[in-house]
């Protein structure tokens, strides 16, 4: 099993910036990646960017490249998300998971999820 928190989220004014971190315990050298995804209220879950821990490779929606960076320290076992140049459309609960293997931007291949921190951007 693994386990996944994340922190970091909370009330931001459009412009600004927030720093997700999710700090994954357990097996975590059986997964292959760390991923972040979001839902706003009523909408479906959203890829939103995600890590692998061997080589670090990342991939991003399109929806945040080049305003979000996902990075990963091995020793520590975190994954954080730095998010800048926030707008209204990026307030949603984010969820950090961690896949074990497939295709690394769809939801269903990833095997274990954390609660969820509250992203909330203010116009």
């Known amino acids: 099993q693994v386990q996944l928190v994340e922190s970091g989220g909370g009330l931001v004014q459009a412009g600004g910036s927030l720093r997700l971190s999710c700090a994954a315990s357990?097996?975590?050298?059986?997964?292959?990646?760390v991923g972040w995804f979001r839902q706003a209220p009523g909408k479906e879950l959203e890829f939103v960017a995600t890590?692998?821990?061997?080589?670090?490779?990342?991939y991003y929606a399109d929806s945040v490249k080049g305003r979000f960076t996902i990075s990963r320290d091995n020793a520590k076992n975190t994954v954080e998300l730095q998010m800048n140049s926030l707008k209204s459309e990026d307030t949603a609960v984010y969820y950090c998971?961690?896949?074990?293997?497939?295709?690394?931007?769809?939801?269903?291949?990833?095997?274990?999820w954390g609660r969820g921190t509250q992203v909330t951007v203010s116009s």
């Open positions: 998971a961690a896949l074990t293997k497939g295709t690394l931007t769809v939801a269903a291949y990833y095997d274990y």
């Open positions: 357990g097996r975590t050298f059986s997964t292959n990646a």
């Open positions: 890590i692998t821990w061997s080589s670090g490779s990342t």
